[in-house]
């Protein structure tokens, strides 16, 4: 099991960043594929970005490709998302996710919330116009 806790979140002005950081529990991180989701008010949450765990291909939704950079460090067992040139409409509250899905299987589905077995807690992004 892992349990994950988001940090890093908070209010910015558009166009600045921020890092949001997920600190994992567990010895095992490393066995997961990782995601960040995104939820804004009266909205279903949505996919942002992912990463594999082998060989650390990156997914973004397209809302975010080239602004947002996912990464990942197995010694810390932390995963990462750097959010540069922020929107307003990139509020939202974050929620780091785990899954066991594998590659290439992963490749196919990792905008798929009910593929992530484990979620955090969730840090709020806002980004003021």
């Known amino acids: 099991q892992v349990q994950l806790v988001e940090s890093g979140g908070g209010l910015v002005q558009a166009g600045g960043s921020l890092r949001l950081s997920c600190a994992a529990s567990g010895r095992t991180f490393s066995s997961y594929a990782m995601g960040w989701f995104r939820q804004a008010p009266g909205k279903e949450r949505e996919f942002v970005t992912a990463i594999s765990r082998s060989d650390g291909s990156t997914y973004y939704a397209d809302s975010v490709k080239g602004r947002f950079t996912i990464s990942r460090d197995n010694a810390k067992n932390t995963v990462y998302l750097q959010m540069n040139s922020l929107k307003p409409e990139d509020t939202a509250v974050y929620y780091c996710?785990?899954?066991?899905?594998?590659?290439?299987?992963?490749?196919?589905?990792?905008?798929?919330?009910?593929?992530?077995?484990?979620w955090g807690q969730g840090t709020q992004v806002t980004v003021s116009s």
């Open positions: 996710a785990a899954s066991q899905v594998v590659d290439p299987k992963f490749a196919s589905y990792y905008w798929r919330r009910y593929d992530y077995d484990y």
